[in-house]
Nanobody, 125 residues
Framework: EVQLVESGGGLVQAGGSLRLSCAAS????????IGWFRQAPGKEREGIAC????????YYVDSVKGRFTISSDNAKNTVYLQMNSLKPADTAVYYC??????????????????WGQGTQVTVSS
């Protein structure tokens, strides 16, 4: 059974940090890239970071570049999203998702094969 399980969300004050985890199972980890998406109330889901498990290439959108860091522990089949200098605008449900490594860096949700259930991140001002 394929599973992506996010954890690490919570409530934090502006300027604070959180680290999200995405634990993967049920598929060949290094055949995929893992992306992090977020969806705020009333807004569309947006991709914010992606890592190719096979070659380690990392991708970020401008709104999180320099504040968020994506990384992977391939021995644990887990991807992390370290989020620093959080802003109220970062408040959203955060999802991880898996896409064929050939599409590393793409943020089109429809091409992603597997999704986690999401974890809430709330940043207070």
């Amino acid at each position: 059974e394929v599973q992506l399980v996010e954890s690490g969300g919570g409530l934090v004050q502006a300027g604070g940090s959180l680290r999200l985890s995405c634990a993967a199972s049920g598929f060949t980890f290094d055949d995929y890239a893992i992306g992090w998406f977020r969806q705020a109330p009333g807004k569309e889901r947006e991709g914010i970071a992606c890592i190719s498990i096979r070659d380690g290439h990392k991708y970020y959108v401008d709104s999180v570049k320099g504040r968020f860091t994506i990384s992977s522990d391939n021995a644990k089949n887990t991807v992390y999203l370290q989020m620093n200098s959080l802003k109220p605008a970062d408040t959203a449900v955060y999802y991880c998702a898996a896409v064929d490594h050939a599409y590393s860096g793409s943020y089109t949700p429809e091409i992603y094969d597997y999704w986690g259930q999401g974890t809430q991140v709330t940043v207070s001002s």
